[in-house]
């Protein structure tokens, strides 16, 4: 059975900490591994990965994927209150996305 | 610059009721997908098409059924709502089935009692 497990299940930082955010995953016919943020509403899109030991960077986020042991993290540095959110892992296998629970981060100023 | 538009945001259903989900896209995309969003359970893909004309199931198609006439629009109807329909329900698209980037519409929460 796919299935992609997130963990910490939530977390709670200071404004200014770094936090990691984990991935694991045990799925057929891999493609991708994608990172949302989850505010209020729907969720958007922060990054694709799709080879092992790539960093992908945007601002204070990034993300790398280790197709081997099957994980991916997410780090935010500097953290900010508008980091807040759900952040969800999804994998992509062709057809279909799996989607892990999320993890909730709340920052606290 | 709509994106993905889903109505309605928010709807309560008497068990044994149906009703159809909204969701359309403006953005030329072939992928289009249903989730439904339950506590603890993350998103879970009800049904997708890969295309108009084009549907499967996914993890909990179960009650539910789609149709895809056109690239632009993919209903999600409920036959006869259940409690357990009790749920967020998202739909997303994405360009196509190998460009897995996804821009989800704001969300419809329904409620069945």
């Known amino acids: 059975e796919d299935k992609v497990v997130q963990s910490p299940l939530s977390l709670v930082v200071h404004e200014g900490d770094t936090v990691t955010l984990n991935c694991s995953y045990e799925v057929t016919n891999f493609r991708s591994l994608l990172w949302y943020k989850q505010e209020k509403k729907a969720p958007t899109f922060l990054f694709m990965l799709?080879?092992?030991?790539i960093e992908k960077k945007s601002g204070r986020l990034s993300s790398i994927l280790d197709k081997k042991e099957l994980f991916s993290i997410l780090n935010i540095t500097a953290t900010q209150t508008g980091d807040s959110a759900v952040y969800l892992c999804?994998?992509?296998?062709?057809?279909?996305?799996?989607f892990g629970t999320g993890t909730s981060l709340t920052v606290i100023p | 610059n709509a994106g993905v538009t889903q109505t309605p945001k928010f709807q309560v259903l008497k068990t044994g009721q149906s009703m159809t989900l909204q969701c359309a896209q403006d953005m030329n995309h072939e992928y289009m997908s249903w989730y439904r969003q339950d506590p603890g359970m993350g998103l879970r893909l009800i049904h997708y098409?890969?295309?108009?004309?084009?549907?499967d199931q996914g993890e909990v198609p179960n009650g539910y059924n789609v149709s895809r006439s056109t690239t632009e629009d993919f209903p999600l109807r409920l036959l006869s709502a259940a409690p357990s329909q009790t749920s967020v329900y998202f739909c997303?698209?994405?360009?196509?089935?190998?460009?897995?980037?996804?821009?989800f519409g704001q969300g419809t929460r329904l409620t069945v009692v």
């Open positions: 997303a698209s994405s360009q196509d089935r190998g460009v897995p980037e996804a821009f």
């Open positions: 098409s890969v295309g108009a004309g084009i549907t």
């Open positions: 999804a994998v992509h296998t062709g057809n279909q996305f799996y």
């Open positions: 799709t080879s092992s030991g």
